[in-house]
Nanobody, 120 residues
């Protein structure tokens, strides 16, 4: 079973940037599409971004399109989320997961998540 460890969260002012990382264990990473999700207090976990296993295609939630960029380094079993022009509504715990790319649906296990807090 793949284990996921997210990092890179923190407290940032609106308009600032953060770069999240997710390191995955397991040899199947390079053949697995990956995604980022987030959960704000009192809300359900929601899709943020996805990247196909090869890195050739990406998809984003409308709320982050043009501000966030997902990427991956298969040699390091790592997926990244570059977040620019952050807004207070981006606040939440961010998780990565293996994903069914076309359905934007998470599969498998979750990591512990990393907290992102954007102050106004």
């Amino acid at each position: 079973q793949v284990q996921l460890v997210e990092s890179g969260g923190g407290l940032v002012q609106a308009g600032g940037s953060l770069r999240l990382s997710c390191v995955a264990s397991g040899r199947a990473f390079s053949g697995t599409s990956m995604g980022w999700f987030r959960q704000a207090p009192g809300k359900e976990r929601e899709f943020v971004a996805a990247i196909i296993y090869s890195g050739d295609f990406t998809a984003y939630a409308d709320s982050v399109k043009g501000r966030f960029t997902i990427s991956r380094d298969n040699a390091k079993n790592t997926v990244f989320l570059q977040m620019n022009s952050l807004k207070p509504e981006d606040t939440g715990v961010y998780y990565c997961s293996a994903i069914l790319y076309n359905r934007r649906a998470p599969i498998g296990s979750w990591g512990q998540g990393t907290q992102v807090t954007v102050s106004s």
